[in-house]
């Protein structure tokens, strides 16, 4: 709540031009966020070709893998049209 209370002073007082250099700030914290993650799953990973391979050994990595009716693969045990409703 404080930190909207901020934000919300902060863009009254500066209008517009203060809501774009705060989206741009938050650009580059998420920017900031994500370069590390990125590096350090690439190393626990092997690096690039670590990726590469891990990729190509996967089996079930298309898009529409288990999704068929009554082919469930998930872990909850749902089928894709709907999920079962408690009894």
């Known amino acids: ?3 909207a209370a901020i934000v919300l002073v902060y863009i009254t007082l500066g209008g517009l031009s203060s809501a774009i250099y705060n989206e741009v700030l938050q650009f580059f914290v ?3 966020g994500l370069v590390p993650l990125t590096i ?3 190393k ?3 690096g690039w070709s ?3 391979d891990k990729i190509s050994q996967a ?3 298309g898009p529409w893998e288990g999704t068929g009716v009554g082919n ?3 872990p909850i045990g749902a089928d894709w049209i709907a ?3 408690p009894s």
């Open 44 to 46: 626990a990973v092997g």
């Open 30 to 32: 998420i920017l900031a």
């Open 50 to 52: 670590g990726l590469q």
């Open 1 to 3: 709540m404080l930190a």
């Open 72 to 74: 469930v693969t998930n």
């Open 59 to 61: 089996e079930a990595l």
């Open 83 to 85: 999920i079962p409703s």
């Open 40 to 42: 350090v799953g690439l």
